[in-house]
């Protein structure tokens, strides 16, 4: 244990907007160990996100590699793995492979599995979710807390910024959080086609069609892209855009990533809020609730400002 790691894995196969705030741990662990071998243990729906990431040098893609979790991490000589979001299988599996450092939260009936048990309740929030990903290297190996890098999909942007500006709406949500009405987006798409002459496009995932609707019934010169976009398609629209509006969901991370500006909007319980879950760039405007966590305190004069405070 005292051994400096040769191959370090990090297991994630959640949500996209979680690989986002999850892929920094790879910067910390490059500047950390600059000779080990780095290895991301995920599934192929994330590949648009990582196949340009060099600091990556490794991507196991666990629904198409036909070896069981516990072959592949005896197979690969992975000495170290981190869980940034912990399940008992593959946890089960880590211990039963013999991989010699294995960290993971503190607070599971299994951690007993972790040689490291990182003792922090990520829903208090008191760091913001990428910040919890990477303090689990300061904890696994000492030191102070390397800084959080969000790690681009895209080594450049795609396309020059556009002249009217690209302003996406993203009005749908992966459930995780508070929504802002479909119905104030739409306003919001409205003021920005008639104030600034902006190219307004509306994008969703097909089960978001509900919502998309919305937005084009009160702003129908907009584009509708809603199901029509795959992942790779949606990242290169989104670095072409100048600014993005979303409710907490995976594409206001990537567009962060991008460098691309941000409107978020967020409740204020601790678990969902901004704080936590917010884009984590400084070419974001964060719109909250207050209180209570109604979204339509959330004014659409608000939401107006914010992007062209951005812009």
């Given at each position: 244990?005292?051994?400096?790691?040769?191959?370090?894995?990090?297991?994630?196969?959640?949500?996209?907007?979680?690989?986002?705030?999850?892929?920094?741990?790879?910067?910390?662990?490059?500047s950390?160990?600059?000779?080990?071998?780095?290895?991301?243990?995920t599934?192929?729906?994330?590949?648009?996100?990582?196949?340009?990431?060099?600091?990556?040098?490794?991507?196991?893609?666990l629904?198409?590699?036909?070896?069981?979790?516990?072959?592949?991490?005896?197979?690969?000589?992975?000495?170290?793995?981190?869980?940034?979001?912990?399940?008992?299988?593959?946890?089960w599996?880590?211990?039963?492979?013999?991989?010699?450092?294995?960290?993971?939260?503190?607070?599971?009936?299994?951690?007993m599995?972790?040689?490291?048990?990182?003792?922090?309740?990520?829903?208090?929030?008191?760091?913001?979710?990428?910040?919890?990903?990477?303090?689990?290297?300061?904890?696994?190996?000492?030191?102070?807390?390397?800084?959080?890098?969000?790690?681009?999909?895209?080594?450049?942007n795609?396309?020059?910024?556009?002249?009217?500006?690209?302003?996406?709406?993203?009005?749908?949500?992966?459930?995780?959080?508070?929504?802002?009405?479909?119905?104030?987006?739409?306003?919001?798409?409205?003021?920005?086609?008639?104030?600034l002459?902006?190219?307004?496009?509306?994008?969703g995932?097909?089960?978001?069609?509900?919502?998309?609707?919305?937005?084009?019934?009160?702003?129908?010169?907009?584009?509708?892209?809603?199901?029509?976009?795959?992942?790779?398609?949606?990242?290169?629209?989104?670095?072409?855009?100048?600014?993005?509006?979303?409710?907490?969901?995976?594409?206001?991370?990537?567009?962060?990533?991008?460098?691309?500006?941000?409107?978020?909007?967020?409740?204020?319980?601790?678990s969902?809020?901004?704080?936590?879950?917010?884009?984590?760039?400084?070419?974001?405007?964060?719109?909250?609730?207050?209180l209570?966590?109604?979204?339509?305190?959330?004014?659409?004069d608000?939401?107006?400002?914010?992007?062209?405070?951005?812009?």
């Open positions: 244990m005292t051994q400096a790691p040769s191959h370090i894995a990090v297991l994630r196969t959640d949500r996209l907007g979680d690989m986002v705030l999850t892929l920094p741990m790879f910067n910390a662990l490059r950390r160990f600059p000779q080990a071998h780095l290895t991301l243990i599934r192929s729906y994330v590949r648009p996100l990582v196949h340009e990431a060099d600091v990556i040098d490794d991507v196991i893609y629904d198409e590699d036909q070896r069981p979790l516990r072959e592949i991490l005896r197979m690969e000589g992975i000495d170290t793995i981190f869980f940034p979001r912990p399940r008992f299988s593959e946890a599996e880590a211990f039963r492979a013999g991989v010699s450092r294995r960290i993971g939260s503190g607070y599971r009936w299994y951690s599995l972790f040689t490291t048990r990182v003792k922090e309740h990520r829903s208090d929030a008191s760091y913001h979710e990428a910040e919890y990903n990477v303090r689990m290297v300061s904890h696994a190996f000492g030191g102070k807390q390397p800084p959080v890098e969000l790690v681009s999909p895209r080594h450049e795609v396309a020059t910024k556009s002249t009217p500006p690209w302003i996406i709406i993203h009005p749908g949500s992966g459930g995780s959080a508070h929504d802002w009405p479909a119905e104030r987006f739409g306003q919001l798409a409205k003021r920005l086609s008639d104030e002459n902006a190219h307004i496009i509306v994008t995932i097909e089960s978001e069609r509900s919502v998309c609707d919305a937005v084009m019934s009160v702003c129908p010169e907009a584009d509708d892209l809603c199901g029509t976009l795959d992942l790779d398609d949606m990242i290169d629209l989104i670095a072409s855009s100048c600014v993005l509006c979303a409710n907490s969901t995976g594409v206001l991370h990537i567009a962060a990533a991008l460098g691309v500006g941000v409107v978020g909007f967020y409740p204020t319980t601790p969902m809020s901004a704080k936590r879950w917010g884009p984590y760039t400084e070419h974001a405007v964060v719109l909250e609730s207050g209570g966590d109604d979204m339509k305190k959330i004014s659409v608000a939401a107006v400002a914010a992007v062209k405070s951005l812009l």
